[in-house]
């Protein structure tokens, strides 16, 4: 079946600007995770999602970073006015139902701010 | 303060010999330890994983061990094949739900 996808999957943009981040979940899973990987660092945890609700989002690095998940399955997440700090590879995963199951990655957005 | 540590940027191994790759961890609230593997371009790929009541999990040519009181896993891989030629990850999980990552280790198997 088909695996978690992310859509663009490069992004440029100005400082400043505002961008948007997707992600598609394998089908039936619950559970939705975003994580941030910098050059040279493994990923680091942004928010989790289980269902429609932000279950964990104490990843998140300040308030211009907000992420959406209204239906239960696609993800939005959305970074206003961007910093060349915020340019990193945004990874979604997901998993059956959370805890200790698998998480799936997507191939990621690279995302650049000039 | 990085909770997981993967101390060796990069190994590189000999085609058909062993690969060990090391990490570890300091919170002691981990209770579920994984490997990913990553090629460019491409999201992690899970690999093997641990609870922390085990002390090995093996499958295949992969084999995860766990040092509790070290508080330190590794990974063996043998025989290691070019294909196994990635950046693996190192991943712990406590009470809950998000991935705790290690910066990641190169692994180049040569011919």
């Known amino acids: 079946g088909a695996g978690v996808s992310q859509t663009p999957s490069n992004k440029v943009t100005e400082k400043g600007k505002y961008v948007e981040l997707r992600c598609d979940p394998i089908?039936?899973?619950?559970?939705l995770y975003w994580y941030r990987q910098s050059l040279g660092q493994g990923p680091e945890f942004l928010i989790y999602?289980?269902?429609?609700?932000?279950?964990?989002d104490s990843g998140l690095p300040n308030d211009r970073f907000f992420a959406v998940r209204p239906e239960g399955s696609v993800s939005t997440l959305k970074i206003q006015r961007t910093e060349r700090g915020d340019s990193a590879v945004y990874l979604c995963?997901?998993?059956?139902?959370?805890?200790?199951?698998?998480?799936?990655f997507g191939p990621g957005t690279r995302l650049t701010v000039l | 303060d990085q909770q997981v540590k993967q101390n060796s940027p990069s190994l590189s191994v000999q085609e058909g010999r062993i690969s060990i790759l090391n990490c570890d961890y300091t919170n002691s609230m981990f209770d579920y330890f994984l490997w990913y593997k990553k090629y460019p371009a491409e999201g992690p790929t899970f690999l093997i994983s641990?609870?922390?009541?085990?002390d090995k999990n093996e499958d295949g040519r992969f084999t995860v061990f766990l040092n509790k009181s070290a508080k330190h896993l590794s990974l063996h891989i043998v025989p290691s094949q070019p294909g196994d030629s990635a950046v693996y990850f190192c991943a712990a999980i406590k009470a809950g739900n998000m991935l705790t990552f290690g910066g990641g280790t190169r692994l180049m198997v040569k011919p």
């Open positions: 995963a997901s998993s059956l139902t959370g805890s200790t199951d698998t998480q799936y």
């Open positions: 089908s039936g899973h619950t559970a």
């Open positions: 641990i609870s922390s009541i085990k």
């Open positions: 999602f289980q269902g429609t609700g932000a279950a964990d």
